[in-house]
């Protein structure tokens, strides 16, 4: 049951409770089962109201109180409020083969010989292979892409590709995004006479794959200081390779003649991969981000201007928008159309080639959410038969290969469990596409099982992964992966709660405290947007809008009124709870934003959860 009595101070708390965190708002057992608790087992420093979030004092102890929560170290406090590359960016010579690499390039870059950068067809592998074309264009070099087409070719570099590709004329291949699993390949590349460098950031195993270099940060032979850049996208280790070639080129005199290319006008590309491939919002990447977001501001690269268009994003695009309107866009291209469109809109120079790609990836986003509804409730429709397995193992024939990892991230969020979902071709293979949750770690759990024999292929890292499997061997690799994960799922499980970084009053929820709270952003995986509870609260009026929303108007008894909405909710408990709740006092648990509906911002919460006061 809910109190408003006041929350102790952590010194109280500490002489009482030892070992145990109080919940927010004493909610034990909200109205999904969940209590409420305080991020990192963090409790704020004091009250938190809206009027001293939006003092000077107030909002600091806010923004330190939400490090904290975060695991920050406190020396690291002031570079987190503003992150620069000044402050984040590390010397690109201390992972391995990364000088190697950039002198390979350099190397062809003076020889005039034809580069293909061979990506992957998610956001990921598209933002990587624009970076390194865009920066290999900018300091005079021949460069061309080569995007395998989902269905057809799969996944990373394959053997006839690259032997194709050799025949075809190219000196030099890249691959970004893939090629750490690539062993067959890149030995028929060898076997061709065919330089292949490897740029990616995906789990490797003790044995590496033939390559004149091998640039990957989660290669096990790394340095600690190397080693503590893993959380890194693909992106963000092209970048960093784009760094060491332009030190190798001013070296060398290459700029004597031509200016030297500015780095930073690439942090739009960057930061939109790094969102949108769900890597933790940590230490560089949220360098990259934060000064990635200014420069798209200036809508200099025609792709991504055109891109913001007509995902209707017309003010200055923030993190959210990356990951919710512009990733899914570039995705759809290799999901369900042609793999390179997210490569060809990144890259063009042309507005009116950009408007034209922009427009179709955003009609192709559109069939694949139609197709992604059909999987996801057949989906779920066949997840109740193994509820008692600690990783979900969903297989089914007719699905579309391309929104399967879609399917699973939605089905994870329902199952509160990891979660892998199979389409199963014709041939009667597999195609499967995983995702986890923290502490749970679910790459290294499909290499086990490809080591184990139980794959065709497979990899990734910690919170997502992808495999391909024959079909008589599914049922198998979902009992490995039960026995291996169990005890991992049981422990996160067993923790589960709902994380809250402040509590206040509803006259609170106002746009001072979203300023404030933005303060400390960006947000993503690994840095999690604020969550803040709030009220007693009575719904005054609620409605069914949009897909499965459900919309609130709030009043608290202090005066204040709020909007609020729960996204997708319209037929789940949460939104049934929520439609009868006229006239009952509760709590919410929720993100605040900024709401700009009719040009008049205001304060607006997402809900998340609820508990009866």
């Given at each position: 049951?809910?109190?408003?009595?006041?929350?102790?101070?952590?010194?109280?708390?500490?002489?009482?409770?030892?070992?145990?965190?109080?919940?927010?708002f004493n909610v034990t057992?909200?109205?999904l089962?969940q209590p409420w608790?305080?991020r990192g087992?963090?409790?704020p420093?004091?009250?938190?109201?809206?009027r001293?979030a939006?003092?000077?004092?107030?909002a600091?102890?806010?923004?330190?109180?939400?490090?904290?929560?975060?695991?920050?170290?406190?020396?690291?406090?002031?570079?987190?409020?503003?992150?620069?590359?000044?402050?984040?960016?590390?010397?690109?010579?201390?992972?391995?083969?990364?000088?190697?690499?950039?002198?390979?390039i350099?190397?062809a870059i003076?020889?005039?010989?034809?580069?293909?950068?061979?990506?992957?067809?998610?956001v990921?592998?598209?933002?990587?292979?624009?970076?390194?074309?865009r920066?290999?264009?900018?300091?005079?070099?021949?460069?061309?892409?080569?995007?395998?087409?989902?269905?057809?070719?799969g996944?990373?570099?394959?053997?006839?590709?690259?032997?194709?590709?050799?025949?075809?004329?190219?000196?030099?291949v890249?691959?970004?995004?893939?090629?750490?699993?690539?062993?067959?390949?890149?030995?028929?590349?060898r076997a061709a006479?065919?330089?292949?460098?490897?740029?990616d950031?995906?789990?490797a195993?003790?044995?590496?794959p033939?390559?004149?270099?091998l640039?990957?940060?989660?290669?096990?032979?790394?340095?600690?200081?190397?080693?503590?850049?893993?959380?890194?996208?693909?992106?963000?280790?092209?970048?960093?390779?784009?760094v060491?070639?332009?030190?190798?080129l001013?070296?060398?005199?290459?700029?004597?003649?031509?200016?030297?290319?500015?780095?930073t006008?690439?942090?739009?590309?960057?930061?939109?991969?790094?969102?949108?491939?769900?890597?933790?919002?940590?230490?560089?990447?949220?360098?990259?981000?934060?000064?990635?977001?200014?420069?798209?501001?200036?809508?200099?690269n025609?792709?991504?201007?055109?891109?913001l268009?007509?995902?209707g994003?017309l003010?200055?695009?923030?993190?959210?928008?990356?990951?919710?309107?512009?990733?899914?866009?570039?995705?759809?291209?290799?999901?369900?159309?042609k793999?390179?469109l997210?490569?060809?809109?990144?890259?063009?120079?042309?507005?009116?080639?950009?408007?034209?790609?922009?427009?179709?990836?955003?009609?192709?986003?559109v069939?694949?959410?139609?197709?992604?509804?059909?999987?996801?409730?057949?989906?779920?429709a066949?997840?109740?038969?193994?509820?008692?397995?600690?990783v979900?193992v969903?297989?089914g024939?007719?699905?579309?290969?391309?929104?399967?990892g879609i399917?699973?991230?939605?089905?994870k969020e329902?199952?509160h469990?990891?979660?892998?979902v199979?389409?199963?071709q014709?041939?009667g293979?597999?195609?499967?596409?995983?995702?986890?949750?923290?502490?749970?770690?679910l790459?290294?759990?499909?290499?086990?099982?490809?080591?184990?024999?139980?794959?065709?292929?497979?990899?990734g890292?910690?919170m997502?992964?992808?495999l391909?499997?024959?079909?008589?061997k599914?049922?198998?690799?979902?009992?490995?992966l039960?026995?291996?994960l169990?005890?991992?799922v049981?422990t996160?499980?067993?923790?589960?709660?709902?994380?809250?970084?402040?509590a206040?009053?509803?006259?609170?929820?106002?746009?001072?405290?979203?300023?404030?709270?933005?303060?400390?952003?960006?947000?993503g995986?690994?840095?999690?947007?604020?969550?803040?509870?709030?009220?007693p609260?009575?719904?005054?009026d609620?409605?069914?809008?949009?897909e499965?929303?459900?919309?609130?108007?709030?009043?608290?008894?202090?005066?204040?009124?709020?909007?609020?909405?729960?996204?997708?909710?319209?037929?789940?408990?949460l939104?049934?709870?929520?439609?009868?709740?006229?006239?009952?006092?509760?709590y919410?648990?929720?993100?605040i934003?900024?709401?700009d509906w009719?040009?008049?911002?205001?304060?607006?919460?997402?809900i998340?959860?609820?508990?009866?006061?």
């Amino acid at each position: 049951m809910a109190s408003t009595a006041p929350i102790a101070t952590p010194e109280v708390m500490h002489s009482v409770f030892p070992e145990a965190v109080p919940t927010v708002f004493n909610v034990t057992a909200s109205l999904l089962g969940q209590p409420w608790r305080w991020r990192g087992n963090v409790l704020p420093g004091s009250d938190v109201d809206g009027r001293s979030a939006m003092d000077g004092r107030g909002a600091d102890e806010l923004l330190h109180h939400l490090f904290r929560a975060r695991g920050a170290n406190p020396d690291d406090f002031a570079r987190l409020k503003l992150p620069t590359l000044r402050d984040w960016l590390p010397d690109p010579a201390i992972f391995q083969d990364m000088e190697r690499a950039a002198a390979r390039i350099g190397d062809a870059i003076a020889a005039g010989e034809a580069i293909i950068v061979y990506g992957d067809y998610d956001v990921d592998g598209a933002t990587s292979a624009a970076v390194l074309i865009r920066y290999l264009r900018m300091v005079g070099a021949t460069v061309g892409h080569y995007i395998p087409d989902r269905l057809l070719e799969g996944y990373g570099p394959s053997a006839d590709a690259l032997v194709a590709l050799k025949d075809a004329g190219a000196d030099l291949v890249v691959t970004v995004d893939c090629g750490t699993q690539g062993y067959e390949a890149l030995a028929a590349a060898r076997a061709a006479g065919l330089d292949v460098i490897v740029v990616d950031h995906h789990k490797a195993a003790t044995a590496l794959p033939v390559a004149h270099a091998l640039v990957n940060p989660n290669r096990l032979d790394e340095c600690d200081a190397a080693a503590a850049h893993g959380h890194l996208a693909a992106v963000g280790v092209a970048f960093l390779l784009a760094v060491a070639l332009n030190r190798l080129l001013r070296q060398r005199g290459a700029f004597a003649t031509r200016p030297e290319p500015r780095l930073t006008d690439l942090l739009d590309i960057v930061a939109l991969g790094t969102v949108a491939d769900v890597v933790p919002l940590t230490g560089l990447n949220r360098a990259f981000v934060t000064q990635g977001l200014k420069v798209m501001r200036n809508r200099r690269n025609p792709g991504l201007a055109a891109l913001l268009d007509v995902a209707g994003v017309l003010r200055a695009p923030q993190c959210r928008d990356l990951g919710f309107a512009l990733g899914p866009r570039v995705n759809a291209g290799g999901r369900v159309g042609k793999s390179d469109l997210g490569v060809r809109l990144l890259t063009t120079d042309d507005p009116a080639e950009a408007l034209a790609l922009a427009q179709e990836l955003d009609r192709l986003n559109v069939e694949r959410r139609s197709i992604e509804a059909e999987v996801t409730e057949a989906a779920l429709a066949l997840a109740d038969r193994d509820s008692n397995m600690a990783v979900a193992v969903i297989a089914g024939e007719g699905w579309h290969p391309g929104v399967i990892g879609i399917v699973a991230s939605r089905l994870k969020e329902r199952l509160h469990r990891p979660t892998i979902v199979i389409a199963i071709q014709s041939d009667g293979t597999g195609k499967g596409s995983g995702r986890s949750m923290p502490g749970v770690d679910l790459g290294a759990a499909v290499l086990a099982a490809r080591d184990h024999g139980l794959l065709i292929a497979g990899g990734g890292h910690a919170m997502a992964a992808g495999l391909t499997v024959a079909g008589d061997k599914i049922d198998a690799l979902a009992g490995f992966l039960n026995e291996r994960l169990s005890g991992a799922v049981d422990t996160a499980a067993t923790g589960r709660a709902l994380h809250c970084d402040a509590a206040v009053a509803p006259r609170g929820v106002c746009l001072g405290l979203v300023e404030t709270l933005d303060v400390a952003g960006p947000y993503g995986q690994g840095w999690s947007a604020p969550r803040v509870a709030s009220g007693p609260w009575v719904a005054v009026d609620c409605r069914v809008v949009g897909e499965h929303h459900v919309k609130l108007m709030l009043s608290g008894a202090d005066g204040a009124r709020c909007k609020a909405i729960a996204f997708r909710h319209a037929d789940t408990a949460l939104g049934a709870a929520l439609a009868g709740a006229r006239g009952r006092a509760f709590y919410i648990a929720g993100r605040i934003k900024r709401d700009d509906w009719k040009g008049e911002p205001s304060a607006e919460i997402e809900i998340d959860d609820i508990a009866w006061a």
